[in-house]
């Protein structure tokens, strides 16, 4: 029996898109996931999203939604961007989900009723980003001690949780624990923060906005967002709090690692043990605190538009890279910095000189000495036993770090062994060694340990770049090696590598991509500084309608002569000087095309990023604004003019055929 793993990260807030940091949780939890599954776990990853609160309710309004509509749409771009960087999830959770709001009511209730809950009256100062009440006291300069925004004064009637009750059971599970807290440093945090000084009652409700899951038998309140979106960890498995769990639950609770960020290790490691003691159920094993992936050069914000989104910097650099750059950015202990200069600087050193290259350089010696052939010349040599040594040593190495969450440093050791055999190749000198044909066995056998430390390294990368290592086993033509024999060396016999190698990642030219990033960003600027007189004018759509008559009945040949595919939409921008066309990066199967489509009165591009459409992909290519068209997005048309895209019912491939 392969032993389970339950990992989940924090579920975000559906108050808008989420930037590449929030991505990078997503991200590194999937690097982590993935790497414990290539070790043989039987892992569960859940991921999802956090739909009540304030905040959100004052969004919905703004956005003249009700707040079910406006957490439907953030929800979905949220997955949609998961899905983009590749986070390989069992399962997504919305804290609207109504087994979740069920059990949250349930589990109230029970704390309620056993006398962990008691309602009573607070006044204090309100954070409304946070979602947290201060007192006086707690105040930072009259402003909320965790962000710095500004606080309203405010008073109502609500529910507490006698924190206190536990705390001291609370700081005896961290000293029995010592790992339960990670990174360390964050464990004396809490203790002399907030444990030391004595534990404060939460205030569990809310009656001042309704967005929320009701508390049943007093539903003027609802319940603090906290408490409602904590016990995902366990309702997303098949908790039930009157102790009919679903065999999921039993098998995975409790949770091998809950990933978050440094912000929110309180939350974590305090109220959420706390909980969880109440209500009888085992406190995960681990939580562990990563850094903050911080804009270089200042804040993100909309306002500057220069807020970074993973879903533009796949469109630019690919999924691979994206993954590559978060992951490798974020030493453990810190936070890491990210611009897109840093990862263009990655991608060219790394990722194409270092791992590229090698492959590359490899393949293509290969082709050029041996047909394509690899099989080992048994002329070994001294230099061989070092490059042997590091790569059969790295997969340990690799896990070590691993078991640590130093992601980072783990990537580091297979890079190295990259460029250990980068070195190799230095060191032998293939193109001497061709020269010589009493050399011919010895070249073989440069190129077979060559190919060897390739299907190593890569197989070792595969939890991090796991497309890129599949382009690159089907390159050289083997499978990837399992991890049990990951550390031995020599296990090829005979391959025949592609005698077209593709590019794993082309030199970026830092230049020509800037100038596209700043264009993006300028226009982003322009977009968020129109004023608000200018917005609220509603203005009618000016489009023509199209054609509605009733056409000819046609043969079944003739609509067989259009290709219908789903397209992803990667990226989308709207078409200088023209009020209609929106340009359209879209991803149908391994095709990345663009579209030119008239929708822009009707969608913004944030809008139709990520989102999965119906496309014509067989119409001639055409020009529009002098962009070329690579195919025609189908959509549906009322008599009023109003346009509406066509996305399938379900989650399906992008080109995928419709018929
Ligand atoms: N909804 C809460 C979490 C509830 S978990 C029961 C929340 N949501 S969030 O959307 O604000 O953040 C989601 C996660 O992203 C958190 O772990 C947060 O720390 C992390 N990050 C937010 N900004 C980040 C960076 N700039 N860099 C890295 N992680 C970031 O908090």
């Known amino acids: 029996m392969k032993d389970k793993f339950y990992l989940t990260t924090a579920i975000a807030y559906t108050s808008g898109k989420p930037h590449i940091g929030n991505t990078y949780e997503a991200i590194l939890a999937d690097s982590v996931a993935r790497f414990k599954r290539y070790q043989g776990y039987d892992v569960f990853f859940q991921t999802g999203t956090d739909e009540h609160g304030q905040k959100i309710e004052e969004k919905a309004q703004a956005s003249g939604k009700t707040p079910k509509e406006f957490v439907d749409g953030v929800a979905d771009v949220i997955k949609n961007i998961w899905d983009l960087v590749g986070v390989s999830y069992d399962k997504f959770i919305r804290t609207t989900d109504e ?32 979602e947290s009440f201060w007192t006086e006291s707690q105040l930072v300069d009259g402003k909320c001690p965790d962000c710095g925004r500004e606080v309203k004064k405010s008073s109502e009637e609500a529910y507490f949780f006698k924190m ?9 599970y961290y000293d029995e624990h010592p790992e339960f807290i990670l990174p360390v440093s964050r464990k004396n945090e809490m203790v002399n923060n907030f444990l030391k000084p004595g534990l404060q009652d939460l205030c569990v409700s809310r009656s001042t906005f309704k967005w929320g899951i009701p508390v049943d038998f007093d539903p003027k309140h609802v319940v603090y967002v906290w408490l409602d979106a ?35 290790i309180r939350f974590h490691t305090i109220y959420w043990p706390i909980f969880l003691m109440a209500l009888g159920v085992p406190l995960p094993k681990k939580v562990y605190g990563h850094g903050w992936l911080l804009q270089d050069g200042g804040k993100m914000s909309k306002s500057k538009g220069n807020v970074i989104y993973a879903d533009d910097l796949v469109n630019f650099f690919g999924r691979d890279a994206v993954r590559y750059f978060v992951l490798t950015a974020m030493p453990q202990d810190n936070d890491g910095l990210v611009s897109w200069e840093a990862v263009i600087e990655t991608v060219n050193s790394d990722l194409a000189n270092v791992y590229g290259n090698l492959v590359s350089r490899t393949i293509a010696m290969s082709n050029k000495y041996f047909g394509g052939e690899v099989c080992d010349g048994k002329v070994y040599e001294e230099v061989d036993a070092e490059l042997k040594n590091v790569v059969k040593a790295t997969r340990d190495k690799v896990a070590a770090k691993m078991d640590e969450y130093k992601i980072a440093d783990a990537i580091e050791e297979i890079i190295n062994l990259f460029r250990r055999a980068n070195k190799y190749i230095d060191e032998t000198m293939p193109w001497a060694l061709a020269k010589d044909e009493s050399k011919k066995d010895r070249l073989k056998t440069v190129l077979y340990n060559l190919t060897e430390s390739i299907v190593i390294g890569t197989s070792l990368l595969k939890p991090y770049l796991p497309d890129t290592a599949n382009k690159v086993a089907e390159m050289i033509g083997v499978e990837l090696r399992e991890y049990e024999v990951a550390d031995k060396f020599g296990l090829i016999e005979k391959i025949k590598v592609t005698e077209k190698p593709e590019i794993l990642f082309a030199r970026i030219d830092a230049e020509k991509v800037m100038d596209k990033v700043n264009a993006m960003i300028e226009e982003r600027k322009e977009k968020v500084e129109v004023k608000p007189e200018e917005k609220k004018e509603e203005k009618k759509p000016d489009v023509k309608l199209h054609d509605h008559s009733e056409k000819e009945p046609i043969e079944i040949d003739d609509f067989a002569k259009v290709q219908l595919k789903i397209a992803l939409v990667t990226a989308c921008e709207k078409v200088e000087k023209s009020k209609k066309l929106l340009k359209l990066t879209v991803k149908v199967g391994e095709e990345t095309r663009t579209v030119v489509s008239g929708i822009a009165q009707f969608y913004s591009p944030e809008q139709l990023i990520g989102k999965k459409l119906a496309m014509i992909t067989n119409l001639k290519p055409c020009k529009l604004c002098g962009i070329v068209s690579e195919g025609m997005i189908v959509c549906a048309e009322d008599n009023d003019g109003n346009i509406a895209y066509l996305t399938p019912e379900k989650d399906i491939a992008d080109g995928s055929q419709i018929f």
């Open 99 to 130: 087994y979740h709001e069920k059990q949250v009511q349930k589990i109230f209730k029970k704390l309620y009723e056993q006398g962990d809950i008691y309602k009573g009256s607070y006044e204090g100062w309100y954070c409304t980003p946070c």
């Open 164 to 172: 206190s009750k536990y705390a001291d059971r609370l700081m005896q």
């Open 230 to 264: 904590l016990t995902n960890y366990i309702t997303g498995i098949g908790y039930d709090v009157d102790g009919n769990n679903d065999e999921k639950y039993n098998k995975l609770w409790p949770a091998d690692v809950h990933i978050i960020g440094k912000d929110i």
